[in-house]
């Protein structure tokens, strides 16, 4: 095999024949380059393909990295002439995610107990009842609020508490999955946990997370099985090995025998899944317990010097992980040992070796709460233009629109020189409000995740309610949606059926058999509410916002439901802002209602559209040829894991984003700043990071992350 294009480290991880190897692979060192020509390094040695096992987290990458190990095994073999063309060899080399290995074991060996996977509907239906029984004997002991499940509270209690058990099934830890579920659920959790298990075995299903756990058992108590599935699979190699949880690790450790072939490739500053069980202390616990050699794939091929400096100033601030000394392919010379003259990724030095002219590193030109070192002034809500030379850029704005205005315009010019570009979120809710812009600027975007409409939200639902319903348009739904938001003590049979009569409302009151005292209350909320909506018709759309938020009481209601933490109210006050510099685009409720099906609609076509990202922008796999689709592709950060874009923008860049709401403890952000690390590691040619510095009345703080820049 020619491993010429290979530079030294790469080299020694192909060639690592028998016994346990930990690889640690920063950003764009070609660990899929390494993967693959090791694959075939151990078939030139004899290995039986059918021997070898490559396992990845995702299914899309399993296909692809099989894919591309099958056309260099058949150009390999067709070069050495013994094919032909027509007739290249297949290998059997086992390749898939963890569940679907996990699966293939369980149902060769007669273990399963199900092979019908339950569905995410199905799921819902089953903790639902669950859940009303025991939110039933709160509401008898006072401390749930029938206003809570009506505002669809139960709704998203049932994703985390579903969430929460699947974490405990990765990593058997109760109280840990317990601190992940809404606290008036934590002390039933467990006994949850026992229902839902019980009911998912009557329904005859098997849920996803269970394969794990079932693999795990069957290999640890069933020595013929453990022994036969070993003498299959003698070589395994595992992709993302930071991101494996404890049940999956200890079903490695059981699926390996002597001299334990296993090659576990990682980045332990790339570890973001921990919401999800997993844990990248197993790579220190594999490295420990198996006495593994280790070895670092240092050279970035993918990002220009100062992006890959300025990112590992910032990931070093950790303190709990491998340490590591990476640097740019750009700064490797002739005589640096590590590097060879030639690259794994043929035809891509000369893009990555270009470096931009006024470019900043980390610690030698950015002052403290200034961008760039440039000396730029606030000046309407953003501040000057410098000249935009330096590969990394911090941008500083006093408001979301003009960050928003910046980056639009960015993107304009990069789309037209035919650049690929992204721009990475920290949640999907902040990715809607920047997709709904670029629709109204009829700036061509793509989005791979799914992901709800921000019009969806129940926020945007309720002000729309109160406009639709003042304008003489609002339904009964609508009605009932906002008539006690805040209460105003009316109730839903005062309503009726049929079309909304404010009339009919004041006139059951004056003749329903209820409580005086209710009744009074009632006669005095009407008039007022009547009054409020009849002014809401006379105002344009924001103003017409504006008033309901504060002369109808909606935003204190929102306060009250926000609760004590101040995240949460955070979130929505950006989402008002947001919303109302929506409305401020459009004539009226109509014009905007069509705006926001006409989004809807488009969003749906996307999921349509949008399959995997473009295989050269997946990581490692670039030709050298420009990508461009002439969209801009948006992303929550871990959408964008695996994948590189020429130019990334970075927006939010505040405290309670990055990182993300209130940090119980010193992991939860240190797993944060990791998240922050692989958004800026995802750029190859410019990065920017831009954060609000807020207004008097709502001052904000740039994230704690960009510290490290400013000095």
């Known amino acids: 095999m020619d491993l010429r294009n290979a530079n030294e480290p790469q080299k020694a991880a192909i060639m690592h024949l028998r016994g346990p190897c930990l690889v640690l692979a920063g950003p764009g060192s070609g660990k899929t380059y390494t993967i693959t020509n090791r694959i075939l390094y151990l078939l030139e040695q004899g290995i039986p393909p059918e021997s070898i096992l490559v396992i990845t987290f995702m299914k899309e990458a399993a296909l692809s990295m099989q894919n591309r190990f099958q056309e260099m095994a058949a150009a ?21 995610t963890f569940h679907s290995v996990f699966y293939h074991i369980l149902k060769a060996s007669n273990a399963l107990k199900s092979t019908k996977l339950l569905s995410n509907s199905e799921k819902k239906n ?15 002991a006072g401390t749930a609020q029938e206003s809570q499940e009506e505002a669809g509270s139960l709704s998203d209690d049932a994703a985390q508490i579903l969430s929460a058990i699947g974490y405990y099934k990765n990593t058997m830890q109760m109280t840990a999955a317990c601190e992940k579920v809404p606290v008036r659920w934590q002390a039933h959790f467990e006994a949850i946990c026992r229902e839902y298990a019980l009911a998912v075995k009557k ?18 108590e069933n020595g013929s099985v453990r022994n036969y599935w070993q003498n299959r699979f003698r070589f395994i190699l595992i992709d993302e090995f930071q991101d494996i949880n404890p049940v999956q690790y200890e079903a490695v450790k059981l699926l390996a025998a002597q001299p334990y072939n296993i090659f576990a490739v990682g980045d332990d500053d790339q570890a973001i899944y921990g919401f999800r069980g997993s844990q990248p202390e197993c790579l220190k616990r594999f490295e420990a317990e198996f006495h593994a050699r280790q070895l670092l794939l240092d050279v970035n091929y993918r990002s220009r010097a100062e992006i890959v400096r300025a990112s590992l100033a910032v990931i070093e601030e950790n303190k709990d992980r491998f340490v590591k000394q990476l640097r740019a392919a750009s700064e490797c010379t002739s005589d640096s040992p590590a590097c060879t003259s030639g690259s794994p990724f043929a035809g891509r030095e000369k893009s990555r070796a270009e470096t931009g002219t006024g470019a900043v590193p980390p610690g030698a030109g950015y002052r403290s709460g200034m961008p760039g070192g440039t000396g730029r002034t606030e000046k309407g809500g953003a501040l000057e233009e410098s000249d935009g030379t330096g590969p990394v850029s911090v941008y500083a704005f006093s408001e979301k629109e003009a960050q928003y205005s910046h980056m639009q315009q960015a993107i304009s010019r990069c789309l037209q020189q035919g650049e690929s570009c992204a721009v990475l979120f920290r949640t999907n809710s902040y990715m809607q409000g920047f997709a709904a812009r670029l629709k109204s600027a009829d700036i061509p975007y793509e989005m791979k995740e799914k992901a709800a409409s921000i019009y969806e939200h129940f926020i945007v639902q309720d002000i729309m309610a109160y406009l639709q319903i003042a304008g003489g348009e609002g339904n009964r739904e609508q009605m009932l949606r906002i008539m006690n938001k805040p209460s105003r003590y009316i109730s839903r049979e005062a309503v009726g059926e049929g079309s909304v009569d404010l009339d009919k409302i004041e006139e059951y009151y004056r003749r329903a058999q209820i409580p005086e005292m209710q009744r009074d209350r009632v006669r005095k909320e009407l008039p007022r509410f009547r009054k409020q909506l009849t002014s809401v018709k006379s105002f344009t759309l924001r103003p017409g916002i504006n008033y309901i938020l ?21 979130e929505w006050q950006e989402l008002l802002d947001w919303l109302k510099e929506d409305a401020s685009k459009y004539s009226g409720v109509k014009e905007w209602k069509a705006f926001q099906e006409a989004y809807a609609k488009s969003l749906e076509q996307n999921k349509a559209q949008a399959g995997p990202c473009p295989q050269k922008q997946r990581e490692g796999e670039n030709t050298g040829r420009r990508e461009s689709g002439g969209k801009v592709h948006l992303l929550t950060v871990h959408g964008a894991k695996g994948l590189e874009f020429d130019n990334v923008w970075i927006p939010d860049c505040n405290e309670k984003i990055f990182p993300h709401g209130t940090m119980p403890d010193e992991s939860t952000v240190e797993e944060e700043r990791r ?19 807020g207004t008097k009345e709502r001052p904000r703080q740039p994230s704690r992350f960009l510290n490290p820049l400013f000095r």
């Open 76 to 96: 390999g073999t067709a070069s050495s002439g013994r094919f032909s063309a027509e007739h290249k060899p297949t290998y059997p080399v086992n390749f898939g």
């Open 126 to 140: 089953l903790i639902f009842p669950i859940l009303k029984t025991y939110g039933k004997q709160q509401n008898q």
């Open 550 to 570: 504060k002369a109808m009481g909606y935003e204190q209601y929102l306060k009250e439901q926000a609760g004590t933490g101040t995240e949460k109210w955070q």
């Open 203 to 220: 329904l005859g299903r098997l849920d996803f997370d269970d394969m794990l756990y079932e693999c795990r058992t069957l290999l640890q």
């Open 675 to 693: 998240i922050f690390y692989v958004a800026m590691t995802r750029a190859k040619k410019n990065l920017e990071l831009l954060y609000l510095t």
